[in-house]
C-alpha cells in the first residue's frame, strides 16, 4: 500500500488488532445504522485507519512520534501516534527506502492481573524483548506484509 509517497507496511500484531476492530465496526454499522458513529470501537477504528494512512505518512519523523529514552536507548529507533490520551501506535520507518512498517497499538482493555491498566510502553518493550514483533528491520520487513486484510 503506499500513501504520500511512502510504503507502508503492516506486522502481524497490528494486523489482526485492525481485523477485530474493524469487524467489530461493522457489525456495529449493521445493527445501528444511524447511531453507528456514537460507538468507541467505530471511533477508534476511524482515528486510527486515518493516523496510519493519511497524518504519519505525511510526516513519519514528526518530533511528537519521538519517544525519546521512554524505552530505553535501544529502541530510540521506534515511533509512536497517540490516539487520544488511552492508545499509542507503535512504528519504524526507513526514510532511505520510504517505508514506514507499523507493529502494534496497545489495547487499553487488556487488564493486568491486577486490575490496573498495563503501561503501553512496557508492554511493548517485552514484546520487542521476546522479539513479536522484531526489533531488528530486516527481520520487521521479512515479518510485514503490505495490507492489514
Known amino acids: ?31 445501528d445504522p444511524h447511531g453507528f458513529e456514537s460507538n468507541a470501537n467505530v471511533k477508534l477504528f476511524n482515528a486510527l485507519s486515518h493516523l496510519i494512512l493519511e497524518t504519519i505518512p505525511s510526516n513519519p519523523n514528526r518530533e511528537e512520534y519521538r519517544q525519546g529514552n521512554t524505552m530505553g536507548a535501544e529502541f530510540r529507533h521506534w515511533r509512536r501516534a497517540k490516539i487520544g490520551r488511552r492508545f499509542r501506535l507503535f512504528f519504524r520507518f526507513d526514510s532511505t527506502a520510504k517505508i514506514i ?19 503501553p510502553y512496557a508492554v511493548f518493550q517485552r514484546m520487542l524483548a521476546r522479539g513479536h514483533p522484531p526489533d531488528d528491520l530486516a527481520s520487521l520487513l521479512a515479518a510485514s506484509q503490505s495490507d492489514w486484510k
Not at 12 to 24: F, G, N
Not at 104 to 115: H, I, P
Open 1 to 31: 500500500m503506499q500513501r504520500h509517497g511512502w510504503t507502508l507496511l503492516f506486522h502481524q500484531c497490528l494486523s489482526e488488532q485492525i481485523r477485530k476492530l474493524e469487524t467489530a465496526a461493522t457489525r456495529t454499522l449493521a445493527q
Open 101 to 119: 512498517i507499523y507493529a502494534w497499538v496497545n489495547d487499553e482493555y487488556t487488564l493486568r492481573s491486577s486490575g490496573s491498566r498495563s503501561d
